[in-house]
């Protein structure tokens, strides 16, 4: 099922013509305090996608794209928190993001490198929460010191018991599968399972986000539909939801 947005933009601009921007943090606390009392989802998914298209379309470098799309997943998460979503997965950095130009690989590993620092300086607000970070995918392909500010910041909140924030970097759904399906061969020979009590459950048990409960809506930013090789094991009964504004546009409401 999948529910398109054309219009929120629409929406948005009108409700800015409307309303005195001194209004926007007491109407932003409003809405929260509204959906608080509705039923709210147990995992959210995100597709941050448009950063570069944002780019192109202000005349700035793709460097500039990449970082407001950071800023506006910041203030995503930070809702998100403030709605008590315990549950929330974020793609950040596909692993065939490595085939792009050298230089924008290396500045997407530098606003990593940043923002991971940030995280461990400012972990408060995840404490405060009960939030834990876990970074799932290749890890092995990331810089050393990348890696190891990925071990720092998984450790810094691993006894975070109310909530997770899975980061997706770098993240490849067919490799997931192909590792979940790896792993469990290897556990049945070295268990000596029969492999006629293999069945998908079995292999959910070995998928990155075993730890998660199941996904409950995917949202993804830019127009676009396609699921990018994006949590495709998990999404089964998960409702989707495209925007059509870009990600850094988003930031801005």
């Known amino acids: 099922m999948r529910i398109k947005l054309p219009t929120m933009n629409w929406i948005l601009s009108i409700f800015s013509k409307l309303i005195p921007p001194i209004l926007y943090p007491s109407l932003r606390t409003i809405l929260i305090k509204t959906l608080q009392v509705g039923p709210l989802p147990n995992h959210v998914g995100f597709i941050m ?9 202000a005349g700035l470098p793709v460097h500039d794209g990449h970082r407001a799309g950071f800023e506006a997943l910041k203030r995503v998460l930070e809702l998100l928190l ?7 997965t974020v793609y950040a950095f596909a692993i065939g993001n490595f085939k792009r130009s050298t230089e924008e690989v290396n500045q997407l590993m530098d606003l990593a490198r940043t923002k991971l620092v940030q995280i461990c300086e400012k972990g ?8 834990r970070v876990v970074v799932i995918g290749r890890k092995d392909l990331l810089p050393p010191d990348i890696k190891e500010s990925v071990c720092k910041v998984e450790e810094m909140t691993a006894n975070n018991k109310r909530g997770c924030l899975n980061v997706a970097f770098p993240y490849s759904s067919q490799e997931e599968m192909a590792n979940a399906m790896y792993k469990t061969v290897q556990d049945s020979i070295t268990h000596r399972i029969p492999s006629s009590s293999i069945d998908i459950d079995t292999i959910d048990q070995n998928m990155y986000t075993s730890h998660s409960p199941p996904l409950d809506i995917l949202i993804r930013t830019s127009g676009v539909s396609r699921l990018s090789d994006f949590l495709l094991w998990q999404t089964t009964l998960t409702v989707a939801a495209v925007a059509a504004a870009v990600t850094p546009e988003k930031a801005k409401h």
């Open 49 to 57: 996608d448009g950063n570069r298209r944002f780019s192109r379309s």
């Open 82 to 88: 403030r709605l008590e979503v315990p549950n929330v």
């Open 124 to 131: 408060q607000l995840l404490d405060k929460h009960g939030i």
